[in-house]
């Protein structure tokens, strides 16, 4: 007699391995973790006490023998540190690109289309006839020499003018774009994790980015009491440090990384949770963090008009819900002419993406 064996169902592990189970959770933790493997590991140890993520057969014991083998992670015998690899950092972004950017795969090919037609690099399905002035690598030569063979007949080639067709091109826009992360003490503050999420956005959008997009170009900029650059590689290693905010040396550094970049449209996304506290004045540093200060502020304000003339846009993504900051991202945005959403933590990701997408059907003149 045959029988049937019935199990719950688990729509996140169906047709995968003990390790690739395993994979997702480590990549996972390895975000939390800033990177640190001994901890992730640790975690997966307890998460496995709980939840019994391995298999009589398959153990956390050959899911870390499987890391090493398969190139996930090296070890130093000598310092005694496990450190994770650029394989690894990549498939932190990707997984990243998947959790956040998942509706990507439902979306249409696209690179930054415009609607203004002429020399560009996407081909036009449509042609039309041709005009003087048109370039002679316009001429789609195959419905041309059909023309001529309907007009003139086949049994002697001529072609003239108006047989020729021509294929017009659209033209892609490129876009630079500096996304500012606030890793200013406030970002675990009170027990909530906000600096994580900021590092999957930044993640998922360097993977779409350099995927997608290649011919764009994103730089990162972390800011606290200073402001400096980071490699999209360095992301999963990012912590929160016990700095005040100090949002006008995020923006001066953002401003000078676009003034270096020919891309014509330029874009700052800035995360933030938190008011501007801190300015550099010289070697010393001006800090106040009880309420807005208006030495601050003014700095702020300033640079945002200064973006604004520099056809610099500045979409603030603010992760507060203090009414008084509030106001103040609305009048920063109001003085830039810029976006700002008052996102929570699990929206963040979807904001980002949709005002990142939307600046794709723009027509750039």
Not at 225 to 251: C, F, R, S
């Amino acid at each position: 007699m045959r029988g049937f064996q019935f199990s719950k169902f688990d729509a996140n592990s169906q047709g995968k391995t003990p390790f690739e189970k395993m994979l997702d959770i480590f990549m996972q933790l390895l975000t939390y973790t800033s990177g640190d493997v001994a901890e992730a590991l640790q975690w997966l140890n307890e998460l496995d006490k709980e939840y019994r993520l391995g298999t009589e057969d398959y153990g956390i014991g050959d899911f870390i023998e499987d890391l090493k083998q398969k190139g996930y992670i090296t070890e130093d015998q000598l310092k005694g540190e496990i450190k994770i690899t650029p394989k690894t950092e990549q498939g932190i972004r990707k997984k990243s690109l998947e959790e956040i950017f998942g509706k990507l795969k439902k979306a249409g090919k696209g690179e930054h289309s415009t609607f203004k037609p002429g020399q560009g690099d996407e081909i036009n399905p449509e042609t039309r006839p041709f005009r003087f002035g048109d370039m002679l690598e316009q001429i789609d030569f195959t419905e041309s020499i059909r023309n001529a063979q309907i007009n003139h007949g086949i049994d002697g080639f001529n072609m003239q003018e108006n047989d020729l067709s021509i294929r017009e091109s659209d033209f892609k826009t490129q876009t630079s774009t500096v996304l500012m992360i606030d890793i200013s003490h406030s970002m675990i503050l009170y027990g909530e994790d906000r600096i994580t999420p900021a590092k999957k956005v930044a993640m998922a959008l360097s993977e779409l980015i350099t995927t997608r997009y290649p011919k764009d170009t994103l730089d990162i900029v972390v800011f606290g009491n200073d402001a400096w650059p980071v490699e999209i590689k360095d992301l999963p290693y990012l912590q929160v440090g016990p700095y005040h905010t100090n949002t006008v040396a995020g923006l001066e550094l953002a401003m000078d990384i676009l003034r270096r970049r020919k891309n014509p449209n330029k874009q700052i996304f800035m995360i933030t949770d938190g008011k501007p506290t801190c300015l550099k004045i010289g070697k010393r540093y001006y800090k106040n963090s009880f309420g807005l200060d208006r030495k601050v502020i003014n700095r702020c304000m300033n640079l945002a008009a200064s973006c604004k003339k520099l056809k610099i846009p500045i979409t603030t993504f603010m992760i507060a819900t203090d009414p008084y900051l509030q106001r103040f991202v609305q009048e920063f945005t109001e003085m830039n002419h810029g976006k700002a959403y008052f996102a929570s933590l699990d929206n963040l990701g979807a904001f980002i993406f949709k005002d990142f997408e939307s600046g794709k059907n723009k027509t750039v003149y």
